[in-house]
């Protein structure tokens, strides 16, 4: 019967193809791009290290979905923050979490950070 207080931090990105650049990861929950070829292809995996204010967040579910299914792939982030999605389908792509945890400052209210990142998964090269 309490009321939820919460204080939250939103972050959404687009990676455009032919640019997995990684945005400024130095604040609230932020995935820095692993993958060493610029553009993704079907078959290719995402490789990503998610990361909470700069440093690297273990224990953390994040989701994959594409806009040609319904079903997302979750993964859960190894200890050094690290996860491996496969890619199998040429399309637009969701990658999303939420880190949600106690405020320290105060056990009454809560804090939670929420990552959106979109990008395109191209078809395999010819």
Not at 47 to 55: A, F, K, M, S
Not at 69 to 79: L, V
Request: glycine share 8%.
């Amino acid at each position: 019967g309490l009321p939820w207080q919460e204080t939250y931090t939103k972050l959404a990105r687009i990676m455009m193809s032919g640019n997995l650049a990684s945005g400024d990861t130095s604040r609230g929950l932020d995935v820095k791009v692993e993958n060493s070829v610029p553009v993704l292809r079907v078959g290719d995996s995402l490789q990503i290290q998610v990361l909470r204010d700069g440093q690297p967040l273990a224990g953390q579910m994040m989701e994959v979905r594409s806009d040609l299914s319904p079903i997302g792939f979750w993964r859960q982030s190894d200890a050094q923050g690290r996860i491996s999605f496969a890619l199998p389908l040429a399309a637009r792509w969701l990658l999303r979490g939420v880190h949600l945890r106690p405020s320290p400052a105060d056990p009454q209210r809560w804090e939670s950070d929420f990552l959106t990142v979109a990008f395109e998964v191209l078809p395999a090269a010819r």
